[in-house]
């Protein structure tokens, strides 16, 4: 910025002199008015000003900062008796009129003109070109693409609209992708090379068989790396250890090299440790918990993970340790007090505080949900002593209520006084999609299989007849009601569902209740059609209650169900239904032990363990309905005997055929089984943002009485993605991928089956608008008859790839590529490939 006066005299500001502005005129080319560009800059007729002075320079500064013109000067053209005649001269910054952009993809440069700011009509300035090359720039050098040149020219428009305008032509040369062919270091006789580049977690060599890091050079991920090889020496003792000097050298136009000069320093141990203004724990105390002993190689990096370690919430670290009993503004100082010989006596300084005790607890960001849903939920109480694994613990189970973003649960403590050691807790939440309208579609049984069904997973049954609630549902207490409709050309199933969480408001007792009714048909082998005169209904009630227990521990759930089932056949003749036109009575009573402990997103746990076993049983009426189950066995074995006897006549075998089917219908008149069932889920943590889940399963169909047999009802059916299949006779899909739908069960399902199943996960984003993870996936899994087949070793293995995808609009979408490695049963050649794919809608 400049101002310049046609005066031919010394006009320094120390022989400045005073003047009254007698007018002010404006020339340039610019379109707007002179009154506007005058009242802007602050100057007034009849003003008195100092020229030289800072009146003029401000009226510049102001011109200049309205972002609006270019070239401002200032003239004072004549004096007149005391009075000053003042011209500004100034240029019209000139508008983006069109914008051509050539080298960077059509479907990029869109993002490139948002977020640069290059729309039509902006005011284009050296600020804006010099932005707009470095955010190019370092965005392809991020990339890998080191050498990105981008000009950017500007031709003038010449035509009869006055106002100034430009036409933009920007350039990007991306070059070749530069990569870093080696990475070497110099000083380091501790640690080899290629410990050194195992430190550096982001900065990689080219290497062939490498898919997750690629080999590209980032400049602030490099210094970070640095960062990570110094602490990689701290860990192991050498405390000094720094870098000297690195260097890039460039090979040639794709390929850089990283020399990296260490100076390693000496090994230091540590020698006492001693703990300074702790009273609410001992010495000893405090020791077990810092598990570091005299004599022990120096650490700096775990000494400040037993001290706080920021990546674990629930950490066993001191920090933890005063925070979990209530003194949140305690402090802990580690002091190195001498270093004498390599050997480094600490003192841990300690400033404990008052224990800080709850004042106010509150909630904001619950729009949907009521606050008494919330507040059930919270672990943290006015009045009690602070504890942060009570606050880490409510984050947990707001997040797993469903009805909030998981990722934008926060804690905030407010009013800290630690005079009167109280503090008050504001939990912030985002309300998410959880009522839910269901689709999904699969290839199984020979057809597609479809689903449409509602979810309400924040329903509020007391606001049913409440027109106003209706937004579009009344919602806000917590309840879940479903209404789901499965149907394909063999089968029509029917379900209603409702659950309270939270029974007489009191405890966390969850009640739920379910009605389904299911038409099935069978399979006309002919036609390759459903034959609608061959069917089997079934009509099911069930009553749960489910308590959250306070031992081992409150992370374990006891559940209970009563419930009944009647099946209903017509002409429904097939292996295991020999009685075609009858019906079975399944009265049942199942418990569970359950244990969740995972965090914090349930859609993409990071960590903890979740597992169930299960256990259903039925009255075991051989024992007191009096039927010889013996003697009905052995007539049974009789007339199979007649029936494979090639000898037997036509009406021996009918006559044979018709006592099985009557001595099935008396076996099966009322179901008599049990049946124990369990499945683990472990997530661990790994590296970056890597999420590896283990499962397991196991499932067993058992009898009472041997003579009475196996149920031909709540088999296993193993394979494919778990959607179901046209027979329903009460069995249950186990997914096991890369293998088409209950493909490696016999046609009569199994009794025993067991799976193994490893993932590792890895989030591509995970905010509320749309949540996405990859996972790469091994599966191994088998189905049994009965136990004489039991071999858990003889699994079907499959691997494979997928994708899920959960959005507030659409619900979860996921997709997964899997290999089998086993061929079906009744096959010689491996499976191959299989699609499995499942799609949700919420809203």
């Given amino acids: 910025m400049a101002s310049f006066f046609t005066q031919a005299q010394d006009l320094s500001y120390a022989n400045s002199k005073t003047y009254t502005i007698a007018d002010i005129t404006v020339k340039g080319n610019t379109s707007f008015s002179e009154q506007t560009i005058v009242t802007y800059s602050g100057l007034r007729k009849g003003e008195d000003i100092s020229i030289p002075g800072e009146e003029i320079s401000n009226a510049v500064k102001k011109l200049w900062t309205s972002n609006l013109f270019s070239d401002i000067e200032v003239y004072l053209i004549k004096v007149e008796e005391g009075a000053a005649y003042l011209e500004i001269r100034l240029s019209d910054l000139p508008e983006l009129n069109t ?32 932005t707009t090359k470095n955010y190019i720039q370092n965005k392809n050098r991020k990339a890998g693409f080191l050498n990105t040149k981008v000009t950017i020219n500007t031709v003038e428009v010449q035509d009869s609209i006055e106002k100034a305008r430009v036409n933009m032509l920007l350039y990007v040369d991306r070059g070749e992708k530069v990569k870093i062919k080696d990475i070497t270091f110099e000083g ?31 400049e602030a991920d490099y210094k970070e790396d640095l960062e990570s090889v110094i602490n990689k020496y701290k860990s192991i003792g050498y405390r000094d250890a720094r870098v000297v000097a690195d260097t890039m050298t460039v090979i040639d136009k794709k390929n850089i090299a990283l020399n990296i000069k260490i100076e390693e320093g000496e090994k230091y141990s540590f020698g006492d440790i001693s703990f300074v203004g702790n009273t609410v724990y001992t010495d000893d105390y405090l020791k077990r918990v ?21 990546t674990k919430p629930d950490g066993n670290d001191i920090t933890n340790l005063y925070q979990d009993n209530g003194y949140l503004f305690s402090t802990i100082n580690p002091v190195e007090i001498s ?55 409510t984050v947990r189970e707001l997040s797993q209520l469903g009805f909030f973003d998981a990722e934008q649960i926060t804690p905030n403590f407010n009013n800290p006084n630690p005079e009167d050691g109280t503090i008050d807790m504001e939990y912030s939440v985002v309300e998410a999609g959880s009522s839910q309208i269901e689709l999904q579609g699969g290839y199984g049984g020979g057809g597609f299989i479809g689903t449409l069904g509602l979810s309400f997973n924040n329903f509020s049954i007391k606001n049913l007849f409440n027109g106003d609630a209706y937004k579009p549902i009344p919602t806000g207490d917590g309840q879940k009601l479903a209404l789901r409709l499965q149907a394909s050309r063999f089968y029509q199933t029917y379900s209603f569902s409702f659950s309270e969480p939270w029974l007489g408001g009191k405890k966390p007792v969850q009640f739920s209740s379910s009605l389904s009714h299911t038409k099935q048909f069978l399979y006309d082998a002919t036609t390759g059609r459903a034959d609608k005169d061959r069917r089997f209904n079934i009509t099911g009630i069930t009553f749960g209650l489910a308590k959250r227990l306070s031992v081992p521990d409150d992370y374990f759930t006891l559940s209970q169900a009563l419930s009944f089932q009647h099946y209903n056949l017509k002409n429904y003749n097939t292996g295991l239904f020999t009685f075609g036109d009858g019906y079975s009575n399944n009265l049942s009573y199942t418990v569970g032990l359950s244990r969740n402990n995972t965090f914090n997103d349930p859609i993409f746990p990071t960590g903890g363990s979740n597992f169930n076993i299960t256990a259903k049983f039925s009255l075991p009426y051989s024992l007191f309905n009096g039927e010889d189950y013996e003697a009905l066995n052995e007539e049974r074995e009789d007339k199979l005997d007649i029936l494979a006897d090639e000898s037997s006549t036509a009406g021996q075998a009918a006559v044979a055929s018709d006592r099985i089917s009557e001595i099935d219908q008396e076996r099966f008149k009322w179901l008599e089984f ?18 590896f889940k283990s499962s397991i399963e196991f499932g067993f169909l058992g009898a009472y009485n ?45 009794t025993i089956y067991n799976k193994f199943s490893l993932e590792l996960r890895y989030p591509i984003t995970l905010k509320q608008s749309a949540k996405i993870y990859a996972l790469g996936f091994l599966d191994t899994g088998a189905s049994y008859e009965n136990f004489r087949d039991y071999n858990p070793f003889n699994l079907k293995r499959s691997a494979g790839l997928g994708i899920r995808i959960f959005m507030p609009a659409f619900g979860l979408l996921g997709i997964d590529f899997g290999h089998g490695f086993d061929a079906l049963p009744g096959q010689t050649q491996k499976h191959g490939w299989e699609t499995h794919f499942i799609i949700g809608q919420q809203f």
Avoid: C
């Avoid at 490139?112 to 600020?127: C, H, M, R, S, Y």
């Avoid at 810092?290 to 920021?310: H, M």
């Avoid at 027979?727 to 399902?749: H, K, V």
């Fill in 290 to 310: 810092l598990r570091i002993e005299k004599g022990d190689t120096y650490n700096g990096i775990e000494l400040a993970k037993r001290i706080a370690d920021e």
């Fill in 674 to 691: 049990y049946k124990i069932k369990f499945k683990g889920d472990w997530y661990t943590k790994l590296i970056d943002k890597f999420v």
């Fill in 706 to 750: 041997q003579d009475r047999g196996i149920i031909p009802f709540e088999r296993f059916f193993v394979g494919g993605d778990g959607l179901g299949s046209y027979s329903l006779d009460g069995r249950e899909a186990i997914a096991l991928r890369g293998y088409p739908n209950q493909a490696l069960s016999t046609s009569d399902g199994g």
């Fill in 99 to 130: 914008l051509k952009i050539e080298g960077v993809k059509k479907s990029k440069k869109e993002a490139l003109i948002k977020e640069n700011n290059l729309q039509k009509g902006v005011k284009v300035t050296e600020n804006l070109i010099t």
């Fill in 188 to 218: 380091n006789n501790v640690l080899s090379d290629k410990k050194l580049r195992k430190a550096m977690k982001n900065t990689k060599r080219k290497n062939p068989i490498r898919i997750l890091k690629r080999s590209k050079f980032v």
């Fill in 339 to 393: 270093a004498d010989n390599n050997v480094i006596d600490m003192e841990i300084r300690i400033t404990e505080g008052k224990p800080v005790y709850f004042d106010r607890i509150s909630v904001v960001g619950n729009v949907k949900t009521n606050d008494h849903v919330v507040y059930r939920e919270i672990r943290t109480r006015p009045g009690e002593l602070y504890r942060k694994a009570n606050v880490v613990r």
